[in-house]
């Protein structure tokens, strides 16, 4: 809920303020923070990030489907008692 992260959400917000303020009116100093950084690191983590939502997209629907057969099923057994009486 919100009320859970909201901590996490202001202290974020406020992090992408302070930055994007320091871009606009310190633009040197943002350059001499950021000289020889480069963008390898984020293009191997967006790699990883990536196969590990595919891994959990396809686990929830394997969730999905499992449950799905198993409402079937149930459906199936209810029709079939309701046809008996």
């Keep these: 809920t919100l009320a859970r992260i909201r901590s996490h959400l202001v202290a974020n917000t406020l992090w992408a303020m302070s930055l994007f303020v320091m871009m606009h009116y310190y633009p040197a100093a943002v350059k001499i923070l950021t000289t020889g950084m480069t963008s390898?690191?984020?293009?191997?983590?967006?790699?990883?990030?990536?196969?590990?939502?595919?891994?959990?997209?396809?686990?929830?629907?394997?969730?999905?489907?499992?449950?799905?057969?198993?409402?079937?099923?149930?459906?199936?057994?209810?029709?079939?008692?309701?046809?008996?009486?």
Excluded: C, Q
């Design 40 to 85: 390898v690191p984020h293009s191997l983590s967006g790699g990883a990030l990536g196969l590990l939502l595919v891994f959990r997209t396809n686990s929830a629907y394997d969730r999905f489907w499992e449950s799905r057969k198993i409402w079937s099923a149930m459906i199936t057994h209810l029709r079939e008692l309701a046809r008996l009486s």
